[in-house]
C-alpha cells in the first residue's frame, strides 16, 4: 500500500501533473494546426497561436505546482532524489518557456533545452512513481512506470537526432524528421496512460479508506 502519509501528496499533485498534461498537449496541437494557405486566414482570425501560448504556460504552470506537491512525498522521513529532481528539472522547463516568451526572436537552442529539460523530469518523475508505490502493490502499478521511464530514455536519444535532421536539406531528412516527432510523442502518450492509471488507483483507494474508516 501506499505509505499513509503520501496519500494526500498523491491526492493533491496527480490531478495537477494530468490537468497540465492535456492543456500541454492542446497547445501541442493548436502548434501543429496546417499551415496551409488556405487554413492562415482561419489560424489568424481565432488566433490559435495566442492560445497555444496561453494553455502551454498554464499547463506548464500547472504541473509546477503538482511536481512541488508530488516532492513532499516521503518514506520513513525521507524526501525521495527522483521527485525532488522532477520538480527541479520542471521549475527549469518553465523558467526556460517564459524566458523563450519574454524574449522575441527564434530560439530553437532553447527549445531543444527545453524537451530535454521536459524528458528528464519526465523520467524522473516515473522513478519517483515507482518509488512511492510499495513493493507489495499490484505489478501493473509498478509496470506502467516502468514503461515510460523506458520510453523517455529512449526519446533522449531520439532528441540530438531531431536536432541534426530538422538542419538538414532534402525531403530524405523531411521524412526522417516526420517519424522521429512520431517516435517522439510516444513516450507522452503512455505518460498520460500512466497518469490517468495512477489517479483511478489513488482515488479508488481513497475512497476504500474513506469507507472503512466513516
Aim: with cysteine; aromatic share 8%.
Amino acid at each position: 500500500m501506499v505509505h499513509d502519509s503520501n496519500r494526500r501528496a498523491l491526492r493533491n499533485s496527480l490531478p495537477l501533473l494530468l490537468g497540465g498534461f492535456l492543456l500541454l498537449a492542446l497547445a501541442a496541437a493548436l502548434i501543429s494546426v496546417p499551415a496551409a494557405d488556405v487554413l492562415r486566414p482561419l489560424t489568424a482570425r481565432l488566433h490559435l497561436a495566442t492560445i497555444a501560448t496561453v494553455c502551454g504556460a498554464l499547463g506548464s504552470g500547472l504541473m509546477l505546482v503538482g511536481a512541488a506537491q508530488l516532492a513532499q512525498a516521503r518514506i520513513a522521513g525521507r524526501y525521495s532524489f527522483s521527485l525532488l529532481a522532477f520538480f527541479a528539472l520542471w521549475l527549469g522547463e518553465f523558467v526556460t518557456r517564459a524566458w523563450m516568451l519574454a524574449t522575441p526572436g527564434e530560439h530553437y537552442d532553447l527549445l531543444l533545452l527545453r524537451l530535454i529539460l521536459a524528458g528528464s523530469a519526465m523520467i524522473a518523475l516515473a522513478s519517483g512513481m515507482i518509488w512511492i508505490w510499495d513493493r507489495n502493490e499490484p505489478p501493473a502499478r509498478l509496470a506502467t512506470w516502468r514503461r515510460t521511464r523506458g520510453l523517455f530514455l529512449l526519446q533522449l536519444v531520439i532528441t540530438p537526432l531531431l536536432a541534426l535532421l530538422d538542419g538538414g536539406p532534402g525531403s530524405g531528412a523531411a521524412n526522417w524528421t516526420a517519424v522521429l516527432w512520431l517516435l517522439f510523442a510516444v513516450p507522452y502518450a503512455h505518460l498520460f496512460v500512466s497518469l490517468r492509471r495512477s489517479v483511478a488507483w489513488v482515488s479508488r483507494r481513497e475512497s476504500v479508506a474513506e469507507l472503512l474508516t466513516s
